[in-house]
């Protein structure tokens, strides 16, 4: 799986999580919105926690540049 798309997965898992959306509907969510088959996501979960949380911190950066460029 590409990296681009791990960041995609870990996004759109971030934000149910924060909505505390149950596993049904984040599973079927991270596939339309990532455009990717339930193999896919089910790849993705396994990663585990550890991988997770450097992919949200790394989310976590990449917002953090969205919102001062937009203050330029």
Sequence with gaps: ???????????????????????????????DMCNVDLDCVISYMSLGNETHKELFN??????NVIIKTENI
């Design 1 to 31: 799986m590409k990296h681009i798309t791990k960041l995609k997965l870990a996004a759109v898992h971030k934000l149910c999580d924060a909505e505390e959306k149950s596993t049904e509907y984040t599973l079927q969510v991270l596939q």
């Design 58 to 63: 790394e989310i976590n950066e990449l917002t």
